[in-house]
Structure formats: structure tokens, C-alpha cells
């Protein structure tokens, strides 16, 4: 590797803006290998794994991940090497976009929250690749899984690693196909489609949010052009004097070199992330005041930019209102819930506001807005999820409501926290997917939990591993979730400075500890039912459907919807048939011809969906225990157990990074290392130590009631109350089991109005704009025709006429012509007399 | 008196029989005939020039050329004639309108 070398070390070394650059050539690599992987996967994929077999397709997924991931470790010790403020690692490839002043290049760029992605993204992403090699062993599109997940973390890594917002967006927008991808991946079932066509609109909006709200901060950085009298608007904008300055430049080098600079920091507008941040965070540049003194139609700049950017996050991240598409993601494939859904790509918003708490810090607004968000999200999810059946559904709820834990972090300023929360929760939730993928693996595809119980005695590993990512989760002081989560609620306890809308409001800081605690004890309560669920008593299972592996749940639904339309048909031609018999008495051809279709639809619905290698199969398990497994579970391959054992090792010395400061009188490890890459300066109420005990132990307890509920009540399954509970309160049981309808608010509210538009749209088009058409096409067809009669009659007529003129001429000339070379003779001497005559008459 | 105007109206006088009966005869022999007289007649005005006008000879020789052209003409057109015959069987030249095609 090349001498990293030093750059941009400006004599104000104390700012935390002037970070010293390392420059580095390998941090290309990192990206480069997976979408290698998944570039050789998807072309040249499926050949290989008919050949070669399904290993050769994973040990090429694999192996791009641990090389990745290699290389993020050695990028890692390269920083650990270096001081805390100079570990700041860039590799500018070429440059993208170079207008006027701004330019935007293909850099990467690894600080130490982007490090900590980035290890996230490729360490527990190795080991869900390993996972997936277990988990979809049955599946014939391997390849196509594990090229899609390959793309997946290549979008991901651009996202944390890119050093600017151009890049950023693109992993943004990449994850969010890859998710969509992924969540489909099982596109003949119509339901997995669209809940992956739901992923992506519903994130769309949120990317309108994130693209308007950069835009705008782009707008206010100076990038847009500034009318040249203030409040009166002239109509031929011209840019600011300074902005002329590198107008000449062509290309990036020549406009960075141009650019004027202040105190070494390079001002005007820019996307990338470092400069922007130096621009803000040095005084001398203005450019803090001048974002803080901006208005747009009377609301501050900053409010509204970092509100639409936290929509962007809302759609990323799944957080209130737009957090729908999540729990209806866990279509896709276990392993893809794990790694999008809980792990990384769920976890992006959380690291854009936390890479731009430089923004976010200088407006309590925004930052206030993000934290009530948050915690509105985290209560209101949870308790959706204290009444989910299907396992992985509650495991979707809870991500959601743990994303809200992290926006609460780091929206009350307490951005390590947040950050911290998200490596924990990517090590814990990620052990309780791959766990519940293990269960539903070893349930022969079973994701009702009603169905479960009793599996600790056939699957220890998971059961262990579970139960520790349950403890995490629930905030018990020996995992890593304890750590993190009392972290944050001491912090939102303590924030004084937030505000809603420019008012200040002093008191959101208890009332989201407040919710937060409330949300931790149903936490715990809802996440040790799953336990109990899952794992005690006596198995449940074992009746029922039986299907092979890889046959998706959904299955046995499809296989029901074929049923039914196939009834619908049959009947449909016994209608048809009964009808032609009375109408007419004696066509009896008729039945035949209509009962025919209807035949051919049965024989067809009952092979026609699902996979076909399996239709066979199910067909002889649909009804009996079919199939080589027989009615019991059985623990997973050793791939899996060895990958939830790492998982859930992680969920345990993770805790070692966020000791609290009240325990060592030291800043926990994390924030150590995170601190030069957040924004500081966020005031906290100073409060005694023995109070923030006090609120480790509410924490605590809030989990270990929580914990006792769930035991009482669910537990081998052996109480009553919750079905007499359920009884009684009907009512709101089912509100809360159908998810507060919010997907059917959603349909009344967003969709049917939306359709409701598209149809009149479509009336539109259909009576005026078609009628307009048709009318354009109307006149243009008569004056066509009255053009073609101008042809006909006019300029053939002429043509025709001086033809026909012609001919006659012709023809009288003819009489002429008649051969006699007397006649000739005549013509002759009639000439010379002419001539003659004409010499005697002209003189 | 002769004087050349005699010569010169009896050569237009040759010439102009000799065109007309080009002009009108039917018979093609005819017709050569009269190719005999409208050379004739300007064989009298050479003459009558060479005579009147110029002296020497060279008037007398063109006129001997012009006989001996009018010998080579009579027996190419009588061979026409011959040919016209063959064609058309008759040497009515009313009916040699080939030409017209």
C-alpha cells in the first residue's frame, strides 16, 4: 500500500472540522468484490450450478463477502493505527460531475461511523451468506439468490461508503431495488410480488422526501442562483459574484484549485460530505449562519431540510407513517429479512442522520421531529407486536419498533447512542431471524407460532441463541441490547434543548423516555411470548400441512386458490352447460364444447404453480406426513447453528463497547471512537450519578417485568389467561392483531383515492384526450381527403390534360408525317420559300 | 442578242419544270427525270456564267462534272426504283411511304 500521506492539516487543528485525510487506494476493492460476485452469479450463475453444482454459485458469494470483508478489517487496523483525529481514510477514484464550481467525484471515504458499517455490513453479512447456504439449500434459483445478495451489500457499501451525496443516493436507490429484488424473490406467488412492489413505492415516497430535502440543502448552501436585488424578483437571475469565480474551469482540478477557501476549507456549494462538514463546523466560512438565518416561505431551512430528509429515512428505515412495507417484506426469503430487513439496510436512515448530525445539530426542530417520530414509532410498533402469531412478523414489528429506538437516539442528539444501538440491534436481530429461519426451516416451513412449541428439546442451538438475543433485546444487563438502549433513554431523559415546529419544548425529552420505557417492558414482553411460543411446552406442530422444503408457505394457500378457481371453473362450464341444454333442447355438441375448458382448467390449476420440481411432491404430501422428514422438527445444518453461535457470541462482547460512563468514570468505547466523526456540542442536563443508576435499574425492571408477564402467561403454554384475556377484550385484540388497520387506513386513504385519480385519469384520457386525438385524427383524415381530391382532380387533372393535349397534337401532327418524300419535298420548297421571301421583305 | 438574262431564264425555266415535275409525277421514273432537268438547268447557268461572267473554263468543267454526276445519279436511282418496284410492285411513289412509320 502507498504511504498514506497527509493533507489539509490546517493551522485551526483543534476545530473538529479540519479532520486530517489519509489517502488510500484500496477502499475501491470493498464494493468491487461483491458486485463481482453478483456480476459472475447473475450471468453466468445458473450454468455454473448446473455443472458445477449449487456449491461453486455460494462459494463464490462467500468468498466476494470475506474478501470484502478482509479488506474492511484491514482498512480497520490501518485506522486503529492512526490518532483519533486523523483516522479518516479516502480514495478518490475519477471525477463524476463537474458544473460551474461544484464537482462530484466517485470517492469512498471510511470514517469511524462509516468503519463501523461498513464491518457491520460485510462481517454480519458474511455470515448470513454462510446461513443462506443452508437455509436455501432446496432452492432451484440459488444463484439468483446469492447474486442478489451480493448486489444487495454492493449498494449498501456505496451507501456507507460513498463521500458524497450523489453517491450515497445511489446506494440509497441500489438497496432499495435489491430489497425489492429480494423480497419478490419468490415472484410466482402473487402475494411475495406485491409486497415487494409495496417495499419499493412506498420507499419511493420516502426517496422523494430524502431528494427534495437534499435539493433544498443544496439550494441553501448557495448552489442555486441568487436573484441580484434582494426581494425584488429579477426575472434574469445572475449568480452571486463569487460564484462567476470558477466559471472558466473545465475540469475538477482546475475548479478545486480555483475555488476560494477559507481558513483551508473550501467553500461554495458541494454534495461531498466531508466539505460540507468542514463548512459548517468552521466559523470562519458563514456558511452555519448563513443556513441558520435561511427561510424558506417563512419556515428555517434547517427545519425543513432535515424533516424531508427524515422522510427519506421514514421510507428506509420503516418509521411512521410509511413503515407498512416492512412486515409485509418478510415474504422474502428468512436470510433476506436478517440481512436487509434487520440488520443493514433498515438501518440506513438512522446512518444518514447520523452522518449528517452536523446538519441536524443546528436545528432542535428537526432533531425533536425525528426523535417523537421515533419514539411514536417504537411504542405503536411494538404493541402490534404483542399479538402476532406469525413469528416472523413479530420479529418485523420489533424491528420497527427498534429502529425507533435508534431515531429517539439519535434525534435527542445522542448520535453514538443511536449508532451504537444499531450495531447492537444488527447482532441481536440478526440472531433472532436466522433463528426464527432455523425454526421455520426445522418446522418444515412453518411460521405460525400457534403451531411451534416445545422445540428447545429439538433445537438447542437455536433455543440458546434465541433465548440470549431475547435477553438482548429485552434489555438485560449480561447481552449487548442493555447497553444501548439504557443509553438512550437516559439521554432523551436528559435532553433538555428540543423543540417541535420552532417551539421549544423542554418537556419531549421525558415524555419520549417515557414511551421509550414503556415500549422496552413490551419489548421484553412480546419478544420471551415469541420464546415461549416458539420453544416451551409441548410441539404443536406435526398436523397439519406438511410441505417440502423450500415449498414457501404460501403454498398451501396457492394450492387452496387453485382449488377454489378451479371449483369456480368447473361450475362455471356446468352454468354454461345448463344453460345451452335449456336453451336449446337439442345441442348436445354444446356440452362438450363448454364442459372441455373447464376440464382442461382443472387438470392444469392442480400442476401449474409453485415449483415445479416440488409440484410432484406435494402432491403426495398435501394431505398425509409426507416427505422424508416425518412430523418432527430437527435442528438445522451445522452451517446455521455455527452462524447463529457467532451471532449471538456478538450480541454478548459487543456490550464491552458501551459501558456506560457512570460504571468507569470513561467515555464508553464506541463513543470514544466515534466522537470526531459526530457533531458535537449537543447539551445534556447534568444529572447525579446515582440517578442514572437509578435508571439502569428502571430499565431493568421494565425488561424483567416484561419478561415475568410473558412467563406467567405463555409459558409451555400451560395458562389460560390469554385466551380469556382475548376473550374479553375481542375487541381491541383484534385492532391490535390486524395492525390498527393501517394498511386498510392506508387503502382507504392513499390508495382508493389514488385509484380513484388514476380512474379519472383514465376517464380523462379515455373521453377528452383520446377525443382530442380522435378529433385531431378526424380533421387531419378530411383534409387528407380533400387533399387527395386537390391530387386527383386538380394535379392529375392538369397532368392528364396536357398529356391528353399532347396526344391530340400528336395526333394532328401525324397527318403530316405521311412518308411521301414528295410531301417532304413540298415542306422543303415552302421552307426556301419562306426564306426568300423573309430576305426580301427584312431588307 | 443573247444576252446571259436568256441563259438564266432558260436555266430557271429547266429548273423549275424539273422541280415541279419532281414534285407531281407519280411514276419514280418520272420523278428521276425531273432530278435530270433541275441539274440540267444549272448546268446552263454554269455555262452561262463561265461565259458571261468569268472566262476560262473552270464553268465548262464543273458543268462536265455535273453530267457525269447526273449519269452516276440516273443509274442509283434507277436502282432504287428497281428496289421500290421489288417492295411495293408498282413504282408509284404515292405508295413508298415507309417512311412514315
Redesign the interface.
Known amino acids: 500500500m502507498e504511504n498514506a500521506h497527509i493533507e489539509a492539516v490546517g493551522h485551526a487543528a483543534e476545530t473538529i472540522g479540519r479532520l486530517a485525510v489519509h489517502h488510500v487506494s484500496y477502499l475501491w476493492l470493498i464494493p468491487l468484490f461483491p458486485i463481482v460476485g453478483a456480476a459472475i452469479n447473475a450471468t453466468i450463475g445458473w450454468k455454473l450450478q448446473r455443472i458445477f453444482g449449487k456449491k461453486i454459485v455460494h462459494r463464490i458469494a462467500v468468498t466476494a463477502m470475506l474478501l470484502a470483508f478482509g479488506t474492511a478489517l484491514f482498512a480497520f487496523a490501518q485506522m486503529l493505527a492512526l490518532p483519533a483525529e486523523e483516522r479518516f481514510l479516502q480514495n478518490t477514484l475519477w471525477n463524476l460531475l463537474t458544473a460551474g464550481r461544484l464537482t462530484v467525484d466517485l470517492g469512498f471515504s471510511l470514517d469511524q461511523l462509516s468503519m463501523m458499517m461498513v464491518l457491520v455490513i460485510t462481517g454480519i453479512g458474511s455470515l448470513i451468506h454462510v446461513f443462506s447456504i443452508g437455509y436455501m439449500a432446496d432452492e432451484p434459483a440459488y444463484w439468483r439468490f446469492f447474486s442478489y445478495l451480493n448486489l444487495f451489500v454492493f449498494a449498501m457499501l456505496l451507501l456507507v461508503m460513498g463521500d458524497n451525496f450523489a453517491m450515497m443516493f445511489f446506494g440509497w436507490e441500489g438497496v432499495g431495488l435489491a430489497s425489492y429484488l429480494l423480497i419478490a424473490f419468490w415472484y410466482t406467488d402473487p402475494e411475495k410480488a406485491a409486497a415487494g412492489m409495496k417495499a419499493f413505492v412506498v420507499n419511493r415516497f420516502g426517496d422523494f422526501g430524502f431528494l427534495a430535502g437534499l435539493l433544498l440543502l443544496f439550494w441553501g448552501l448557495g448552489g442555486g442562483w441568487q436573484p441580484r436585488d434582494q426581494g425584488l424578483r429579477n426575472l434574469d437571475y445572475l449568480p452571486k459574484a463569487e460564484l462567476n469565480a470558477t466559471a472558466a474551469a473545465s475540469t475538477a482540478a482546475q475548479a478545486d484549485a480555483l475555488a476560494p477557501r477559507i481558513e483551508g476549507v473550501k467553500v461554495g456549494p458541494t454534495m461531498n460530505f466531508r466539505e460540507l462538514r468542514d463548512q459548517v463546523v468552521v466559523e470562519g466560512t458563514g456558511v452555519k449562519e448563513g443556513l441558520l438565518h435561511k427561510t424558506v416561505w417563512g419556515i428555517p431551512l434547517l427545519m425543513l431540510v432535515g424533516m424531508l430528509l427524515f422522510i427519506g429515512a421514514m421510507g428506509k428505515s420503516a418509521q411512521l407513517p410509511l413503515y407498512v412495507w416492512l412486515p409485509d417484506a418478510m415474504a422474502g426469503p428468512t436470510p433476506v429479512s436478517a440481512l436487509i430487513h434487520a440488520a443493514t439496510m433498515v438501518t440506513a436512515g438512522v446512518y444518514m442522520v447520523a452522518r449528517l448530525s452536523f446538519i441536524y445539530a443546528l436545528d432542535p426542530s428537526a432533531m425533536g421531529w425525528v426523535a417523537l417520530i421515533g419514539a411514536l414509532t417504537a411504542i405503536f410498533a411494538a404493541s402490534i407486536g404483542f399479538f402476532q402469531y406469525d413469528i416472523k412478523k413479530v420479529l418485523a414489528y420489533s424491528t420497527v419498533s427498534q429502529l425507533g429506538f435508534m431515531f429517539i437516539g439519535v434525534g435527542v442528539g445522542a448520535y453514538w447512542a443511536g449508532a451504537y444501538h444499531l450495531l447492537t440491534h444488527a447482532f441481536f436481530k440478526a440472531t433472532l431471524f436466522l433463528g426464527s429461519g432455523s425454526v421455520i426451516l426445522g418446522c418444515h416451513h412453518e411460521q405460525d407460532m400457534r403451531k411451534m412449541g416445545g422445540l428447545k428439546k429439538h433445537m438447542p442451538i437455536t433455543r440458546i441463541t434465541y433465548l440470549a438475543a431475547c435477553w438482548a433485546i429485552a434489555g438485560f444487563p449480561w447481552m449487548n441490547g442493555f447497553y444501548s438502549k439504557d443509553e438512550i433513554l437516559w439521554k432523551a431523559f436528559t435532553s433538555e434543548h428540543l423543540a417541535l415546529f420552532g417551539h421549544p419544548t423542554p418537556w419531549l425529552g421525558g415524555l419520549i423516555y417515557l414511551i421509550g420505557i414503556v415500549t422496552a417492558t413490551g419489548t421484553s414482553f412480546y419478544m420471551f411470548r415469541s420464546y415461549y411460543m416458539t420453544f416451551t411446552g409441548a410441539y404443536r406442530g406435526g398436523e397439519g400441512h406438511h410441505d417440502e422444503h423450500n415449498e414457501d408457505p404460501h403454498a398451501a394457500t396457492a394450492t387452496a386458490m387453485s382449488a377454489t378457481s378451479v371449483a369456480v371453473h368447473a361450475s362455471d362450464g356446468a352454468v354454461h352447460a345448463d344453460g345451452h341444454a335449456h336453451g336449446h333442447p337439442a345441442p348436445a355438441p354444446a356440452h362438450g364444447s363448454h364442459a372441455a375448458p373447464a376440464h382442461a382448467a382443472a387438470s392444469h390449476a392442480g400442476h401449474g404453480h409453485g415449483h415445479d420440481d416440488h409440484a410432484a411432491a406435494q402432491d403426495d404430501g398435501a394431505h398425509a406426513h409426507g416427505g422424508h422428514h416425518g412430523g418432527t422438527p430437527h435442528e438445522s445444518p451445522w452451517t446455521i447453528t455455527l452462524v447463529l453461535s457467532l451471532l449471538a457470541l456478538g450480541s454478548f462482547l459487543t456490550l464491552f463497547l458501551g459501558i456506560p460512563t457512570a460504571w468507569t468514570h470513561r467515555a464508553p468505547l464506541l463513543e470514544h471512537w466515534l466522537a470526531p466523526a459526530l457533531a458535537e456540542g449537543i447539551a445534556f442536563a447534568e444529572k447525579p450519578p446515582w440517578m442514572e443508576f437509578a435508571f439502569q435499574g428502571i430499565g431493568v425492571l421494565a425488561g424483567t417485568v416484561g419478561w415475568f408477564f410473558a412467563m406467567v402467561l405463555y409459558k409451555d403454554a400451560r395458562s389460560t389467561v390469554p385466551a380469556s384475556l382475548k376473550e374479553r377484550f375481542a375487541g381491541i385484540w383484534t385492532v391490535v392483531y390486524d395492525k390498527y388497520y393501517v394498511d386498510e387506513l392506508y387503502a382507504a386513504t392513499v390508495l382508493k383515492p389514488a385509484v380513484w385519480v388514476a380512474r379519472a385519469f383514465s376517464r380523462f384520457d379515455g373521453t377528452i384526450l383520446d377525443g382530442l386525438v380522435n378529433f385531431a385524427g378526424a380533421v387531419g383524415r378530411s383534409l387528407g381527403r380533400f387533399d387527395a381530391a386537390i391530387d386527383r382532380y386538380l394535379v392529375d387533372g392538369a397532368v392528364n390534360a396536357f398529356a391528353a393535349g399532347t396526344l391530340g397534337f400528336g395526333r394532328s401532327l401525324r397527318g403530316i408525317q405521311t412518308g411521301r418524300i414528295q410531301t417532304y419535298l413540298y415542306g422543303a420548297l415552302g421552307g426556301a420559300l419562306v426564306v426568300v421571301l423573309l430576305n426580301f421583305l427584312i431588307q | 442578242m443573247v444576252t446571259l438574262t436568256h441563259f438564266l431564264v432558260v436555266g430557271a425555266l429547266l429548273f423549275t419544270l424539273g ?1 415541279v415535275t ?3 409525277r407519280r411514276n419514280a421514273v418520272g ?1 428521276l427525270m425531273g432530278v435530270e432537268l433541275i441539274l440540267n438547268g444549272a448546268n446552263v447557268n454554269f455555262v452561262a456564267f463561265n461565259h458571261y461572267v468569268t472566262g476560262g473554263v473552270s464553268g465548262q468543267v464543273f458543268a462536265l462534272f455535273v453530267i457525269v454526276l447526273a449519269a452516276a445519279e440516273a443509274a442509283v436511282g434507277l436502282a432504287i426504283v428497281l428496289s421500290i418496284f421489288q417492295t411495293f410492285k408498282t413504282i408509284d ?2 405508295f ?6
Open positions: 422541280l419532281v414534285a407531281t420523278v411513289v404515292r413508298a411511304d415507309l417512311m412514315r412509320e
